[in-house]
């Protein structure tokens, strides 16, 4: 009886994974009607929305970051707000404030532009520290506190926040407290020339209308659905072995990269890489999480959290060259899942 119900439980739970893999699928294919390439930027979107983070979009100008965020916001029926961030923005701008009504005598709340499911932060580094550190409590406590009171964003709720790389002329450094707290860090390249041909071509063609695919309630479900999926022991601890190969090199065998180092990676990066890689299988359709998943989003995960020594920057040394050293030397977990597979 027991062993009927499981296989039952089983059933429904593969039938439920399988019509959110097409409705995935779908979103997928509504948002690239508009947006031409980036499927890696898509991919890493909708990882950072399922696991519940944030992304930090590092591009030039004109790359379609705004208008794939749009997009995406459009397709699952849900609010956009896009913040301009410049150096005389103050954190009111951001949050909102108080406000005196002269008719009524009373004081009134306006909410800022934060209380939106999806949120792109343009050009965080324009803005000062002040409100860098409003947007930090926002992202980490999913509310503003406005008066002594507190109010709740929107869910889902994703910031996009994006960097010039070409321009550094009145900007303001992310403090790296403030850095950790994104999921992932993307780096968006050019299209390949194909790809742009095809962009021209929509661009002066007719308007292309994005139907919704899901509501915000639908994803809501996909989110704790994602977080059943089943993690085996042995991939955790690889997770835990790449991201403590980043503090202490040597005892993997990387004597070389502790001069190169000055800061490791910190568990929070441990924690966005399982949280990661069960979104990333989930997306493909899994309920469980193999190591390649993990494997694919280290490099998103840890480039923004390893600060570099100046002997390293000196030599030319980037964080993307030491992740790939790292994930040469650790080894990923020759049987994972045995114990799961074996109770199934």
């Known amino acids: 009886m027991d062993t009927d119900h499981q ?25 690239k009607r508009l947006v031409v390439g980036q499927d890696m930027f898509l991919e890493r979107m909708l990882v950072a929305i399922l696991a519940q983070g944030h ?23 849900g609010s956009f707000r896009r913040i301009q961030f410049t150096p005389d923005l103050l954190p009111a701008d951001l949050v909102g404030t108080r406000i005196f ?35 930090l409590e926002v992202m980490q406590e999913k509310q503003v506190t406005i008066a002594g009171v507190s109010h709740r964003v929107p869910l889902p709720f994703l910031v996009m926040a994006t960097q010039n790389p070409i321009e550094t002329e009145g900007t303001y450094p992310l403090p790296e407290a403030q850095v950790d707290r994104f999921m992932m860090k993307v780096l968006v390249g050019y299209p390949r020339e194909e790809e742009e041909f095809v962009i021209v071509q929509r661009m002066i063609g007719q308007p292309i209308e ?24 042995g991939i955790i601890q690889y997770a835990v072995r790449l991201v403590c190969a980043t503090r202490e090199p040597q005892h993997f065998g990387l004597p070389q990269l502790a001069s190169a180092l000055t800061f490791g990676a910190s568990p929070r990066a441990t924690i966005w ?14 309920a469980y999480v193999v190591p390649q998943d993990v ?11 390893l600060v570099l020594s100046y002997d390293a920057l000196s030599e030319g040394l ?27």
């Open 101 to 135: 009504n002269q008719n009524s005598g009373e004081f009134s709340t306006v909410l800022g532009p934060v209380f939106a499911n999806l949120v792109l932060a343009d050009e965080i580094n324009r803005a000062p520290a002040k409100v860098q550190s409003a947007l």
């Open 210 to 233: 994005i139907a919704p695919v899901m509501d915000t309630t639908q994803l809501a479900a996909m989110q704790a659905q994602c977080r059943q999926g089943y993690v085996d022991p």
């Open 7 to 31: 296989r039952w439980n089983a059933g429904r739970r593969t039938e439920f994974q399988a019509e959110n893999a097409g409705l995935m699928e779908r979103l997928l294919y509504e948002v």
């Open 295 to 305: 494997t694919d989003l280290v490099p998103d995960v840890l480039r923004h959290r």
């Open 318 to 344: 980037t964080a993307d060259t030491i992740i790939m050293q790292v994930l040469k030397a650790v080894a990923a977990p020759d049987r994972p899942l045995e114990s799961h597979v074996r109770v199934a």
């Open 273 to 286: 890489l399982i949280e990661g890689a069960r979104a990333l299988a989930f997306l493909r359709g899994r």
């Open 55 to 77: 992304l930090l979009v590092e591009g030039v100008p004109g790359l379609a970051k705004t208008l794939t965020v749009n997009t995406f916001a459009r397709a699952i029926h």
